[in-house]
């Protein structure tokens, strides 16, 4: 059974930058890739990023592309997100989620979460 725990969030300035940690348990890098979400109030939960522990794939929506950046660090069992240049519709509670590996990197089927950590930027 994976477990999440999310870390990191915080209230910052539009343009500063903030690193999400996931710490992840119960699971092997190999058999699982793993995502952020994130979601606004009065939204739906968004897909945000994705990585894969082997390869190195990455995936990205485009309202963050270029702007965040997905990692991990197998021997911490722990998966990052680097946030910079961030704006006020970054604003949203941010969810570290595990599904079981697949050939491709998807923005879906993911279904193990953690607690989420909010983040909220001002203007």
């Known amino acids: 059974q994976v477990q999440l725990v999310e870390s990191g969030g915080g209230l910052v300035q539009s343009g500063a930058s903030l690193r999400l940690s996931c710490s992840v348990s119960g699971s092997t890098s190999g058999s699982s890739d793993m995502g952020w979400f994130r979601q606004a109030p009065g939204k739906e939960r968004e897909f945000v990023a994705a990585m894969a522990w082997r390869g190195g794939s990455t995936l990205y929506a485009d309202s963050v592309k270029g702007r965040f950046t997905i990692s991990g660090d197998d021997a911490k069992s722990t998966v990052y997100l680097q946030m910079n240049s961030l704006k006020p519709e970054d604003t949203a509670v941010y969810f570290c989620?595990?599904?079981?590996?697949?050939?491709?990197?998807?923005?879906?089927?993911?279904?193990?979460w953690g607690q989420g950590t909010q983040v909220t930027v001002s203007s």
């Open positions: 989620a595990a599904r079981p590996r697949s050939w491709r990197l998807r923005s879906y089927g993911y279904d193990t």
